[in-house]
């Protein structure tokens, strides 16, 4: 996961993201589009990066995209929702 | 629609809301917008503050809430709202600064509930868990490698924190006064394989037993004396006692409000001590209670994630003046991450008078349990078997006979196991 320790830094405003777990099925769709900011643990747990670097957008929309379920929200403020 | 002028206050800057605050700007609500919140941050996640903040895979600052709200909303952030004066529809805040409404969204949660002797809850190593700032304490108090961790209270959140815990190396002692882990939500039965699995986590699981009382030696928590007289050393002690609702705020306003919850009607607005719906203000999420229609409009306040979310939505489209077709009545559904151990359930398990498996074999680790009541499915529980929840929360949804007959895809020759659930 690359989450910076203190997201306070210089750096362009970087992307919110949040999955509703309730609807996430463990497909892995989305891992396989951005392995750096999901992964699934054990059988079905996802794990992923609430606050990917803006430059990371496109790997992040390609797993929003892919989600079968559409459980998979992004914000960016870089660029609007 | 009602004219724009009109000034939309929600109090509580929680998931339920976010989605509120942008629900009704999606139904065309225009007028000045307030969002006004206890906590000095915008609302964030908070399901992931038990899990991987605390296993320091990301910050707990890391959490803010995706949202699609504009420039066109002002935050009043890290000022608690005190006081509801209805009659002159205005917020009071402890400063005497005031915040006029003409339509009100109540959304202020809930908090943890914090350990009974106040001075034994204040000794440093002590910790409960509700936000962000808590979540990057008790990190920072696991990342300093503690001897032991001590869980009170084998709920949801205690359960999650154990688990964590031995992910972590951490040697682990969790508490509950209950016969298994999570009984009260899930019953015995499933509670015991879910005690199996945390025990072969290696949680050193204490069920049936309480604690009396928390040791302290220069204001530092050392051990926890049971009540049996067994003593726990440890430097860290998580109070998981479950949840008391934010409600003190509405003391005095008129409205139906308990520390169980503020009460409205199926539509959604919230109700006055005579029963008597108040059309300008509706409340979701964790702090609203409300007559649920799958449950034969028995009053529910609900604790997760999705429910704040849906409710949020609902409560926001009503404030922005849609007219809902039918009460609100999604099916409640919640997870839960046991370390890398996903629990998730559609329905609510109250009343249950038999637990049926029908799908995977509990002692196998990955499950469906359907529970029943007077022949009815009224709740399914899935552990690692997510994928076949959907279809059993159909079933829920639309009240299917239990037990239910030719689920068991997996074993189609073999009979379905039913249970009592075990509820205390
Ligand atoms: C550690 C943890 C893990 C969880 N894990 C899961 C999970 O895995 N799955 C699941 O389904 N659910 C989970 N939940 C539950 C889920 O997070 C809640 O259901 C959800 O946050 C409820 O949202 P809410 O907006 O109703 O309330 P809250 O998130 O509590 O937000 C209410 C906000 O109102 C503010 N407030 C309170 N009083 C006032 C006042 N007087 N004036 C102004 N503001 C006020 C509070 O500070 C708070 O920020 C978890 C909860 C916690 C704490
Ligand atoms: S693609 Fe969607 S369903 Fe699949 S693991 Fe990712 S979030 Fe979950």
């Known amino acids: ?81 | 629609m009602a004219p724009s002028s009109d000034r939309a206050v929600v109090v509580g800057a929680g998931l339920a809301a976010l989605r509120g605050a942008e629900a009704m700007r999606e139904a065309g609500f225009s007028g000045p917008l307030t969002i006004v919140g206890a906590e000095p941050y915008r609302p964030y996640d908070r399901p992931p503050l038990s899990k991987h903040v605390l296993a320091g895979e990301i910050p707990a600052g890391a959490t803010t809430l995706p949202s699609n709200l504009g420039a066109d909303v002002e935050w009043q952030l890290g000022s608690p709202i005190a006081r509801l004066d209805r009659t002159s529809r205005t917020l009071h805040r402890a400063d005497g600064s005031t915040l006029p409404y003409d339509r009100l969204l109540i959304a202020t949660g809930t908090r943890a509930r914090p350990w009974p002797n106040p001075h034994e809850g204040r000794l440093s190593g002590v910790f409960t868990l509700r936000g962000r700032d808590d979540a990057a304490a008790l990190r920072a108090a696991l990342a300093a490698g503690p001897r032991r961790v001590l869980v009170i209270g084998a709920g949801f959140i205690g359960c999650e924190v154990a688990s964590l815990c031995r992910q972590l190396g951490l040697p682990a002692t969790l508490v509950e006064p209950g016969p298994t882990p999570l009984g009260r939500v899930l019953g015995s039965a499933v509670g015991a394989f879910i005690g199996a699995m945390l025990t072969g986590r290696g949680v050193d699981l204490r069920s049936g037993s309480e604690v009396e009382w928390l040791e302290g030696e220069g204001g530092r928590f050392v051990r926890a004396h049971l009540t049996d007289g067994t003593r726990i050393d440890a430097d860290v002690a998580v109070i998981a006692l479950g949840a008391v609702r934010n409600t003190e705020w509405l003391d005095g306003s008129g409205l139906s409000a308990d520390p169980g919850g503020v009460d409205c009607d199926a539509t959604g607005f919230v109700l006055d001590t005579e029963g008597q719906p108040d059309p300008c203000i509706a409340a979701a999420g964790d702090v609203a209670r409300f007559p649920h229609p799958l449950y034969g409009g028995r009053r529910v306040a609900l604790e997760h994630w999705s429910h704040a979310a849906m409710q949020g939505i609902h409560a926001g489209q009503l404030l922005a003046g849609a007219k809902p077709e039918s009460p609100y009545a999604a099916l409640p559904t919640f997870w839960s991450t046991q370390g890398d151990v996903v629990v998730k359930s559609a329905g609510l398990t109250e009343g249950a008078d038999a637990v049926a498996f029908t799908q995977g074999e509990p002692g196998s680790g990955r499950f469906i349990a359907v529970y029943g009541r007077a022949g009815r499915c009224i709740a399914a529980v899935s552990v690692d078997s997510a994928r076949w929840l959907p279809a059993h929360a159909e079933m829920v949804a639309a009240g299917a006979p239990f037990p239910p007959q030719g689920t068991a895809a997996d074993r189609p020759s073999k009979g379905i196991m039913v249970l009592a659930p075990g509820f205390p």
């Open chain 1, 1 to 81: 996961m690359s989450v910076p320790a203190d997201a306070s830094s210089g750096s362009p405003p970087g992307l919110r993201v949040s999955v509703d777990l309730n609807l996430c099925q463990a497909y892995a769709q989305c891992c396989y589009a951005a392995p750096r900011h999901f992964r699934i643990e054990g059988h079905e747990a996802l794990i992923y990066d609430p606050a990917p670097a803006a430059q990371d957008r496109a790997e992040i929309e390609r797993a929003r995209v892919a989600c079968p379920v559409q459980a998979i929200r992004v914000e960016d403020p870089g660029r609007g929702t």
